[in-house]
């Protein structure tokens, strides 16, 4: 017993390694955890939302089941971190893992939505309509936006993309986001509006040229 007692008091970079195992058991616990609500998500309460009249309540079972899951193991690390004696450098790396599942997660949960939100209302507003331009933006716009809140250092909770205006020869699109990584703030720009370039590129959609018809009329002519 004193052996077990002594091998569990053992110190390896100012943490016992009784200290490592509380840390991995609340991974674990997380991923455990993870595994059971997801087959709540897929069983129990799947079956009763297949009772209900409402559709909602299907859509926001396939929204959140599985971005559930990353977000239990993000909270058994983020809690598991408190068993440990940590020094400033491996705080802030166990700050940046937490922070990258969180992100994950809200990022998964976000494009989760815009594909629900697309299927379910937005596609079925646009098959009624006769115009084809709708048929042409939609894609560009939900692809867009996917990949945005993809994009390291986006805040995908403040995101709009949205028509303003009819220029000249262009329909002007606005897209507004947060940065959260200021330090980097011009590469992100630079990846978001490639990603835009690059779905419109994918649409075969080109860049409007801009083009003007002048008539001359002589008015000395008979």
């Not at 087959?39 to 599985?66: H, M, N, P, V, W």
Request: aromatic share 14%.
């Amino acid at each position: 017993m004193d052996f077990y007692r002594s091998l569990l008091n053992e110190t390896y970079f100012n943490n016992t390694i009784s200290q490592y195992l509380f840390f991995f058991v609340c991974i674990v616990i997380g991923i455990i955890s993870g595994k059971i609500v997801y087959y709540i998500f897929k069983g129990q309460l799947r079956k009763l939302a297949t009772k209900s009249e409402t559709k909602l309540d299907d859509y926001l079972i396939d929204i959140f089941e599985e971005p559930i899951f990353l977000l239990l193991i993000a909270m058994g690390v983020w809690v598991g971190k408190f068993c440990l004696t940590l020094n400033i450098l491996a705080e802030k790396f166990f700050g940046n893992i937490i922070f990258v599942l969180f992100s994950m997660t809200v990022t998964w949960l976000v494009i989760r939505l815009i594909d629900m939100l697309v299927k379910h209302y937005i596609d079925p507003l646009v098959a009624k309509s006769e115009s084809k331009l709708d048929d042409q933006i939609l894609p560009i716009i939900s692809k867009s936006t996917k990949t945005i809140v993809s994009i390291q250092g986006v805040n995908p909770n403040n995101l709009t993309i949205r028509s303003v205006n009819f220029g000249p020869f262009s329909l002007d699109v606005e897209i507004v986001y947060w940065i959260t990584d200021m330090a980097n703030w011009k590469s992100i720009t630079h990846e978001v509006n490639m990603s835009v370039k690059r779905n419109l590129d994918n649409a075969g959609i080109e860049m409007a040229f801009p083009t003007e018809t002048h008539y001359v009329i002589n008015q000395n002519s008979s």
